[in-house]
């Protein structure tokens, strides 16, 4: 690689031409990659999975919003028990009381309980050596029907179910989880791998999830040593995952029915959700009509699959083998040993040292110029976007993506381009286009090595560019005058970055969403960084500038930044233009109503950080903590506005027994919901010493201790407590329902405003003060 370019414009031209649709065709195929199949037609064969017949379970379930506890998720169990049983099989109900597990952040105000009722069922083996868990849950968030959470996972069990007995039977059990009260704190996952029997011997379990309406599968977690797993899932039809993603999910806040299987020594597993489309999230609009039916047929053709191969293994070889790196691209699933993410960044980084040592004039004063675009293209990205929430405020309150984000994701990426193309010209004649490129691998081998240390499942992402580029650099060098040949060894290095990375600015634009676009305009800027020997010949040759006229040269180095500026610039305006709020899309707004039944008075409440026109009609003034009378609301700070009273009834809370000894009192208490509710929550004014709630034992903790605990049976809940007191203690109770809209006052919201999708949006609480 040397600075001067022997090319002759006119060639110059046509290799540009040539390597650009090169490009373009391996980026088009790693983005083909990664997309789900087309989703299959109910005549399709009773072995294969039939993304339309799983969809008619869809439409079943996903009716009406069906949270734990409710009638609705009654009806929704009663259906999978007879599909069950339809196919053959023996379902069984698991109807008990869980807590929580201890790695979950427990819920605002206390410890989560649930009176859960898991369907479990059996497909037996014909020599099984071990169980294989399919695992998802069919309860859903309370404002939503939950088409896609997790009518996807519960429909994709169901058809899967249908194809393993229709056909030849697995050499493994096969366990149907289909578990309650996830939304609710995971309850249903955690009372199956604590209390059921079939999980003593724990297994393989493989989760199915969905957090939005569409989008490609993606496996996202895995057990620790995952190693043999990631073998296994290779051999899906459709594998996408990547390492790197089993690194971003740890720094989301989201949780899944995985975790308690995760956090169990029996289990090893791999957990799959798709997760695009996310505005439906939680929401109303989670309806089977919002469903991307080949995300569906995505699922059901890898959990089939899994099930298949996990399902003829020999599960008691499966452990062991450490962590593995992996990635797709075009046709397979790349695999390697997690021992090799230091060798391979270390390498890279050598590579790009030896480039340095061949270019060494300007290299320093290079390095440190390749900042500007790393730091500069992600600070446009986030200005982007906090620009769109000014032009449209409501997208401040969607929690992940506005409805049709593809606009603004291209946006972001053509201001990462324009930002490393402008970069590239003001730079490119005073520091050379050698010193520049390894001034940017620098940078990519840097990363792959800090990776390698801090998340070596994404080191990848980093090293292998670098290594590619760098090693393809140091060829081209040797091709010496050969300049077609330079240049063809030159895009095949450019193939790994390009193959690597545009799949993952793809995934993870989804996965973070627009607020943190920032991200994804940062791996945008890492690809161009390691484009820079190809992405030169875009430019005039530098040579050129001399004999032309060097005013035309530099405007000509100026048109590749224009383009990209401009293509930035509209497809901003397009999406303004596209994304707009209607009835089918509505802007999201939050609302609760809590009742005072202590002295009948009530609140409005938002937790809206700048609350919407209609919200705001209800509440006003700063957002404070409303713990002093709500303590189940937890540290969160809420918007609040006067209501008009209604009478509900509260729950009442009855002292069965009390016994004292000492600075102890121990009591028995029975916590009993008046009305339909949801959840019901009890905070306790004394030091609780030990206590046991549904049969449950929670630790117990300083004045300020309390519990929510979800689906409560009709009998209400019974609770035992040991606090520090010897003479009447404070208890303040209060129960939640999600009937907001028939609160009297409640100002019915105009078409094309909706409902966030919250596990408190549409909340009715009631809570009382008793001193027994
Ligand atoms: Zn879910």
New binding site residues.
């Given amino acids: 690689m040397r600075d001067s370019a022997p090319l002759r414009p006119a060639r110059r031209g046509l290799a540009a031409a040539a390597v650009l649709a090169v490009l373009a065709l391996a980026g088009l195929a790693a983005i083909r990659s990664i997309q789900p199949p087309a989703a299959r037609a109910e005549t399709a064969p009773a072995s294969d999975f039939s993304a339309e017949r799983a969809f008619q379970t869809v439409r079943t379930i996903a009716s009406t919003p069906h949270p734990a506890g409710s009638p609705a998720n009654d009806r929704v169990r009663e259906h999978l028990i007879a599909a069950l049983s339809g196919l053959g099989l023996s379902p069984e109900v698991q109807d008990t009381v869980s807590v929580q597990g201890a790695g979950l952040s427990s819920s605002a105000g206390g410890t989560g309980l649930a009176r859960v009722r898991n369907v479990v069922a059996v497909i037996p083996g014909t020599a099984s050596t071990g169980r294989v868990f399919l695992i998802a849950?069919y309860d859903s968030a309370q404002v939503a029907p939950g088409a896609n959470?997790?009518g996807a996972g519960t429909s994709t069990i169901l058809e899967t179910a249908r194809a393993l007995t229709s056909g030849e039977r697995p050499r493994n059990d096969v366990v149907l989880v289909l578990t309650d009260a996830?939304?609710a704190c995971l309850c249903g996952a955690k009372a199956f791998v604590d209390q059921h029997p079939l999980a003593r011997e724990g297994g393989v379990a493989l989760n199915l999830?969905?957090r939005g309406s569409s989008g490609p599968a993606i496996m996202f977690e895995t057990s620790a040593g995952n190693r043999r797993l990631v073998e296994t899932y290779a051999k899906t039809p459709y594998p996408v995952g990547t390492s790197f993603a089993v690194e971003i999910y740890r720094l989301l806040p989201n949780d899944?029915d995985f975790t308690p299987f995760r956090e169990s020594p029996l289990f090893q597993g791999l957990n799959t959700a798709y997760i695009d489309g996310a505005a439906v999230y939680h929401a109303p609009t989670d309806r089977p009509e919002a469903m991307d039916r080949d995300s569906l047929q995505h699922h059901g053709d890898n959990a089939l699959a899994l099930a298949r191969e996990f399902g003829a293994l020999d599960l008691r070889e499966l452990k062991g083998g450490g962590d593995a790196t992996y990635f797709p691209v075009p046709g397979l699933l790349v695999r390697y040993p997690g021992a090799l993410v230091w060798p391979l960044a270390v390498l890279a980084l050598v590579a790009v040292a030896a480039l340095g040592w061949v270019v060494r004039r300007r290299l320093f004063s290079a390095i440190g110029l390749a900042l500007l675009p790393i730091i500069v293209a992600p600070a446009l990205a986030q200005g982007l976007w906090a620009l769109l929430v000014l032009v449209r405020p409501e997208y401040g309150g969607m929690p992940i993506d506005p409805y049709r984000p593809m606009w603004y994701r291209l946006a972001v990426i053509a201001l990462a381009a324009a930002t490393v193309l402008a970069w590239y010209a003001v730079l490119r004649r005073r520091i050379g286009p050698a010193a520049l490129a390894v001034g940017g691998l620098t940078w990519l081998a840097v990363f792959g090595v800090a990776l390698a240390a801090l998340a070596p499942g994404g080191s990848y992402l980093a090293a292998l560019p670098a290594l590619s580029v760098a090693v393809s650099a140091l060829l081209a060098t040797r091709a010496g005058g050969r300049t077609g040949l330079a240049v063809a060894i030159l895009v095949i290095g450019a193939l790994t970055p390009v193959v690597i990375l545009l799949p993952t600015v793809v995934m993870l634009f989804p996965a973070l969403g627009m607020p943190m676009a920032g991200v994804g305009a940062f791996l945008t800027v890492l690809l161009g960084l390691a484009l820079l020997p190809v992405l030169d010949l875009i430019h005039p040759a530098p040579g050129a500038a001399r004999g032309m006229d060097a005013l035309k040269a530099r405007r000509l180095g100026a048109l590749p930044t224009l383009a990209a500026a401009v293509a930035a610039v509209v497809c901003t305006a397009t999406g303004l233009a596209v994304d707009r709020f209607d009835e089918e899309h509505p802007s999201l707004t939050h609302l609760m109503y809590a009742l005072d039944a202590d002295n009948g008075t009530a609140r409005w409440l938002s937790e809206e950080a700048t609350p919407q026109e209609w919200t705001g009609r209800s509440v006003s003034g700063d957002p404070t903590t409303v713990t002093d009378t709500l303590p189940a609301f937890g540290a969160e700070r809420l918007r609040t506005g006067p209501a008009r009273a209604v009478a509900l009834p509260a729950p009442t809370l009855t002292l069965v027994s009390a016994e004292t000894s000492g600075d102890r009192r121990t009591m028995r208490l029975l916590l009993d919901p008046q009305r339909t509710v949801r959840f019901t929550t009890l905070h306790v004014s004394a030091e609780v010493v030990s206590a046991t709630v549904g049969g449950r034992t929670l630790a117990g903790g300083p004045p300020g201790w309390g519990f929510v605990f979800h689906a409560p049976a009709e009998t209400g809940v019974e609770i035992t407590l040991t606090v520090r007191a010897s003479g009447p203690v404070t208890f303040r109770v209060m129960d939640g329902s999600d009937d907001l809209p028939a609160i009297p006052g409640f100002p019915p919201r105009p078409p094309g405003v909706g409902v966030l999708g919250s596990h408190s949006s549409e909340l009715v609480a009631v809570a009382k003060t008793y001193t027994l």
């Fill in positions: 849950h959470d997790d996830e939304e999830e969905a899944t």
